[in-house]
Nanobody, 126 residues
């Protein structure tokens, strides 16, 4: 499956953005989807994950209460609604996918995912 992330941009602190991740190719399988981010000089870190049904979602503590992950399987798209953005949220955001399901513990690891999008830059100014 191929993933295409979009929706990044330059915003001010307190603003909102919605990222999208569109899947194409082998979309017939059930995929667990995740969002990660990577700031300059830092490792890629887990942001949020969602099961195929959308019934279970996970969030990093740093974004809990501000970010919301959702998916529209009819459109093969996963979204990340980001509210109350902070300068610390500045990073390249990546979407990722793996067939089947993941626990919260497993979903936090980059190595748990087989497919990655190209990333979209989010910059939050103070």
């Amino acid at each position: 499956v191929q993933l295409q992330a979009s929706g990044g941009g330059l915003v001010q602190a307190g603003d909102s953005l919605r990222l999208s991740c569109a899947a194409s190719g082998r979309t017939g399988s059930n995929y667990y989807m995740g969002w990660f981010r990577q700031a300059p000089g830092k490792e890629r870190e887990f942001v949020s994950g969602i099961t195929w049904s959308g019934g279970i979602t996970y969030y990093a503590d740093s974004v809990k209460g501000r970010f919301t992950i959702s998916r529209d399987n009819a459109k093969y798209t996963v979204y990340l609604q980001m509210n109350s953005l902070k300068p610390g949220d500045t990073a390249v955001y990546y979407c990722a996918a793996v067939e089947g399901g993941l626990s919260y513990a497993s979903s936090r690891f980059v190595s748990s995912y087989n497919y990655w999008g190209q990333g979209t830059q989010v910059t939050v100014s103070s």
